[in-house]
Each structure stands twice: as C-alpha cells, then as structure tokens.
C-alpha cells in the first residue's frame, strides 16, 4: 500500500525540535517503530516523523486505519487531541491548539443548527407538540470552550494567555510569532510587541532577543504613563495607589494558582504514565 503524505495535515502540528528528533530517531534505531502510524484510508494522519525515520533507515513499522474519519475536520479534531497531551508542547502551542479546535467545534454548531425561520415553520406544522420540541432544541447545548475559561482549563492556561495568544494570533507579524514559538520572546512581551506596527513588530523580530524585550517594555511604558498621570491628578492619590497595589496582588494569586494547577496536572499525568 502506498501510503500518501498530506503536506497540510503534515504542517498542521508545528515540528518536533532538534533535540525531540534526535530522541526519536535514536530510539526507533534501538527498539524499532513501536507504534503504529495512523491512516485514514492511504493518507498518513499521524505517525509523519515516525514514517520518514523509517524510510530512511529502512525499518519496518505498522499502519492502523480510524475508521471513525468521516471528514477533514474529524481528522485535525483528532490530532488536536492528540497533541494537546504532549508534556513538551510550550504554553503557546497549546493555546493555538485550542483554539483551533474551538474554530472547528463552532464551525460544526453553527452548520447543524437550522435556519430560525425553517425551524419555526416546521414547528408550527407539527402543532403544539412540534413547538415544544422546537423550543428544547433552541436551548443551546453545552459546548466546550465556549468560554475563555473552559477553553483555558482545557489547555491548562491561564484566561489572561488565552487573550494574549489570541491577540498575537490575529495581530503579530510572522516574524514575532516564530519568535514566541521558538521562546526567543514570552506569550506576555510578543502580545505587547504585537499592537505596534507591522514594520516596527518586523524590524524589532529582526533586531533579535534584545531589541524584542525593548520594544515590549517601550509599548507597556506608554500605556503605563497615562495610568499614573491620571492616578497623579485624582483627588484622593492613596486609594487609587491602594487599590493597584489590590489589583497586582490578585493577578499575582491568579498567575500563582494557575502555576500550581499545571503542576499538578503534570504530576498526575506522569504518575499515570507510571
């Protein structure tokens, strides 16, 4: 069986780094392909790292088929799933899985739902109980990350990184989301980076490291001085100095709680796989 590589399926998952290759193909040249790749009918869903270490070194492996495939969008649900569980994914990764995967859950609902206007008709054709029917299908089902907050827990984030991945999604220029991927630059300083110009988000990304920590700190300076500048003007400049000080310690508490949950999550995962 020729087995076909989708270039799109194969970008999907952002690539294993240097280190995660070298560990890989040592250990596929040791103990051999362990685990099966994955198919949906010829075209390889999972396994693309596992399939070119093998074809280059001409070791055998295994192929299993999902036969729960009905479609595309099935299938990157799937490998969503399946990468949100690497422990080496980076908290960005996992944002932008997430995501994605609430894009397609919500592409899914908003494609089933009927038209209001067919929906009611058929209702009314159907009398009195039609109408009740109708009515309990009109109530919304719960859906996951439907919700900053559920979309966070499933990524096992902070609500404050699901906003700031989303604002470098939608604003940052390809130049400063490489940086954050590769941890050249942090969720925090890339989100700030991003609401600059295209050109000055490009030139610092060129500048490197450095000039990407600079500019963040230039953007949060200047949304800092009209803060204080208006704190400087109030009548009463100690109980808005107060209530600052109120407001950093309990995004202080929230990063801190946030931080012991994903510990957690990760000892539980490894006394699992235990």
């Not at 596992?50 to 280059?56: E, H, L, N, V």
């Not at 070194?57 to 495939?69: D, K, S």
């Not at 906003?163 to 940086?179: D, G, H, L, R, Y």
């Not at 295209?198 to 953007?219: F, M, N, S």
């Amino acid at each position: 069986m020729d087995i076909v590589v989708n270039e799109e399926l194969k970008a999907y998952i952002d690539p294993l780094t240097a280190e995660e290759e070298e560990s890989l193909e040592r250990s596929i040249l040791e103990e051999g392909c362990r685990d099966a790749l994955v198919l949906w009918g010829d075209v390889l869903v999972d396994g693309h790292n596992r399939y070119r270490i093998c074809q280059k070194h001409g070791v055998p492996f295994q192929t299993v088929q999902n036969t729960r495939f009905k479609s595309m969008a099935d299938v990157h649900l799937w490998m969503i799933e399946q990468h949100l569980g690497r422990r080496s994914l980076s908290d960005f990764q996992r944002g932008v899985l997430a995501l994605r995967k609430r894009e397609i859950v919500a592409d899914r609902r908003s494609r089933a739902a009927p038209p209001a206007g067919d929906a009611a008709a058929a209702a009314e054709d159907a009398g009195p109980r039609g109408r009740e029917a109708s009515a309990a299908a009109d109530a919304p089902p719960p859906a996951p990350f439907e919700s900053r907050e559920a979309l966070a827990r499933a990524a096992r984030l902070s609500s404050n990184q699901v906003v700031m991945i989303e604002k470098i999604q939608k604003q940052a220029a390809p130049e400063v989301v490489a940086a954050v991927k590769a941890g050249t630059i942090s969720i925090n300083a890339a989100a700030a980076v991003a609401t600059l110009p295209a050109d000055e988000q490009v030139a610092a990304a060129t500048g490197g490291k450095e000039e990407l920590k600079q500019a963040a700190k230039r953007v949060r300076e200047s949304k800092r001085k009209p803060r204080e500048e208006s704190a400087a003007t109030s009548d009463e400049p100690g109980q808005v100095d107060e209530l600052q000080m109120l407001r950093q310690r309990v995004a202080e508490l929230t990063a801190e709680n946030e931080s012991l949950r994903r510990q957690l999550a990760e000892l539980s995962e490894s006394q699992a796989a235990a």
